[in-house]
């Protein structure tokens, strides 16, 4: 009965045995084509890929310096002289991750009238890896950083009057701008610093939506305890990082008492409500910015929550009652010309984000951001052939 069994077993494996000498070892059946002569280059598609702002080249940039860029953007984790909600140091990710579905290819802005990304190059350079742990420490990494770039050569690819930075630069070089993604209001710290000590140059800043020049919070223990993100502009003043032809925009935050107003006009700002949206209007609000900062150099830094919560939720300290994305967008169309030397968004907190709404906005404001570094004027409207578009900023 066994050996019967082992007969059996044999002859079932005898037509496998014949099966498999019939074949020869290269096979000889079409061939698959490749995916480049069938489908071309491997692109990234709007939720897939590597993740830059707007699919831009990446670049450790603060370790190589082999490629020169006109405008880079500098992410900055940092979130801890946070006074409420912590978590602005997942900003950079959320904003790059709320950029995905646009392109520089595809760049082309319909209230702009023109691709910003045309007229420059522009590279992602990553993050700061800044320590969690020593904010001494953290500040002393962010500024090094923006320096580092700041001295770099620009690529100079274009002769588009915003490009050229050197007329503005005491020093007299083209330095390339950098767009910051934060990361807590505190960067700005280290921003104006590395820019003052690079290039010589003490800018305007148009800064939203809280003051941000309070007095030593904490009780002032210890030096450090200064910095926070509602005391750097106080701290920029006291070092001389700044020209006395600031403005605030979008102001609706709750104060101690009147004396802080005062104490914001001597740090050099002036205040725009931001009720003053509905009592004047965004032509008016466009004018006494632009009156206000002239023909100095200018940095903006936007706090997310000049925005609605409703709007833009994650954010650390949000304030009821905000502008909209969209009248905001509308107010920096009207800002393109002012010499720009910098920007930065801040305080974008993805944790209490709802859809990655705040992501998605705080994005197309930084694409906003591109355009004013490189743009010479605002963008006109035409009347279209029905006669019912109207000049739109």
Same mark, same amino acid.
């Given at each position: 009965?066994?050996?019967?069994?082992?007969?059996?077993?044999?002859?079932?494996?005898?037509?496998?045995?014949?099966?498999?000498?019939?074949?020869?070892?290269?096979?000889?059946?079409?061939?698959?084509?490749?995916?480049?002569?069938?489908?071309?280059?491997?692109?990234?598609?709007?939720?897939?890929?590597?993740?830059?702002?707007?699919?831009?080249?990446?670049?450790?940039?603060? #370790?190589? +310096? &082999?490629? /020169?860029?006109?405008?880079?953007?500098?992410?900055?984790?940092?979130? @801890?002289? =946070? *006074?409420?909600?912590?978590?602005?140091?997942?900003?950079?990710?959320?904003?790059?991750?709320?950029?995905?579905?646009?392109?520089?290819?595809?760049?082309?802005?319909?209230?702009?009238?023109?691709?910003?990304?045309?007229?420059?190059?522009?590279?992602?350079?990553?993050?700061?890896?800044?320590?969690?742990?020593?904010?001494?420490?953290?500040?002393?990494?962010?500024?090094?950083?923006?320096?580092?770039?700041?001295?770099?050569?620009?690529?100079?690819?274009?002769?588009?009057?915003?490009?050229?930075?050197?007329?503005?630069?005491?020093?007299?070089?083209?330095?390339?701008?950098?767009?910051?993604?934060?990361?807590?209001?505190?960067?700005?710290?280290? #921003?104006? +610093? &590395?820019? /003052?000590?690079?290039?010589?140059?003490?800018?305007?800043?148009?800064? @939203?939506? =809280? *003051?941000?020049?309070?007095?030593?919070?904490?009780?002032?223990?210890?030096?450090?305890?200064?910095?926070?993100?509602?005391?750097?502009?106080?701290?920029?003043?006291?070092?001389?990082?700044?020209?006395?032809?600031?403005?605030?925009?979008?102001?609706?935050?709750?104060?101690?008492?009147?004396?802080?107003?005062?104490?914001?006009?001597?740090?050099?700002?002036?205040?725009?409500?931001?009720?003053?949206?509905?009592?004047?209007?965004?032509?008016?609000?466009?004018?006494?910015?632009?009156?206000?900062?002239?023909?100095?150099?200018?940095?903006?830094?936007?706090?997310?929550?000049?925005?609605?919560?409703?709007?833009?939720?994650?954010?650390?300290?949000? #304030?009821? +009652?905000?502008?909209?994305?969209?009248?905001?967008?509308?107010?920096?169309?009207?800002?393109?010309?002012?010499?720009?030397?910098?920007?930065?968004?801040?305080?974008?907190?993805?944790?209490?984000?709802?859809?990655?709404?705040?992501?998605?906005?705080?994005?197309?404001?930084?694409?906003?951001?591109?355009?004013?570094?490189?743009?010479?004027?605002?963008?006109?409207?035409?009347?279209?052939?029905?006669?019912?578009?109207?000049?739109?900023?």
């Amino acid at each position: 009965m066994a050996r019967t069994a082992h007969m059996i077993i044999a002859l079932a494996c005898l037509p496998a045995v014949l099966a498999h000498q019939q074949h020869p070892f290269t096979d000889s059946s079409p061939q698959p084509e490749q995916w480049v002569e069938k489908y071309g280059r491997q692109i990234d598609l709007g939720y897939s890929g590597p993740l830059s702002y707007s699919h831009l080249p990446y670049r450790r940039c603060l #370790e190589d +310096a &082999s490629e /020169t860029f006109d405008i880079a953007i500098l992410g900055m984790p940092f979130d @801890t002289a =946070t *006074s409420y909600r912590p978590g602005a140091r997942f900003g950079p990710y959320a904003i790059r991750s709320g950029s995905r579905r646009q392109t520089f290819s595809d760049g082309y802005a319909l209230n702009w009238q023109t691709n910003p990304y045309s007229f420059a190059k522009l590279i992602d350079c990553g993050d700061v890896p800044v320590s969690p742990y020593d904010n001494a420490l953290a500040v002393d990494q962010m500024t090094t950083a923006y320096s580092t770039l700041l001295r770099r050569p620009i690529n100079g690819t274009s002769t588009v009057r915003g490009i050229q930075t050197g007329k503005l630069a005491k020093d007299g070089v083209n330095h390339p701008r950098i767009i910051t993604l934060g990361g807590d209001h505190t960067i700005i710290l280290c #921003e104006n +610093a &590395s820019r /003052t000590k690079s290039t010589d140059l003490s800018p305007s800043s148009i800064s @939203t939506p =809280t *003051s941000d020049t309070w007095p030593a919070m904490g009780g002032g223990i210890t030096e450090q305890s200064k910095v926070t993100h509602g005391t750097f502009f106080t701290l920029a003043f006291e070092e001389g990082l700044m020209s006395n032809t600031s403005i605030h925009a979008g102001i609706r935050n709750k104060l101690q008492g009147p004396s802080l107003i005062e104490h914001d006009e001597a740090v050099g700002f002036e205040l725009i409500m931001a009720d003053d949206i509905d009592d004047f209007g965004t032509e008016d609000i466009i004018k006494q910015i632009r009156n206000r900062v002239g023909d100095s150099p200018v940095y903006l830094s936007f706090d997310i929550d000049t925005i609605d919560p409703g709007q833009a939720p994650a954010t650390g300290t949000p #304030e009821p +009652a905000g502008w909209s994305g969209r009248e905001t967008k509308r107010i920096l169309r009207g800002l393109a010309g002012l010499n720009f030397v910098g920007a930065d968004l801040v305080e974008v907190a993805p944790a209490y984000d709802n859809a990655d709404i705040t992501g998605i906005l705080a994005a197309g404001l930084v694409d906003d951001f591109i355009a004013l570094l490189v743009v010479d004027e605002p963008p006109v409207r035409r009347k279209n052939q029905k006669g019912r578009a109207k000049d739109d900023l």
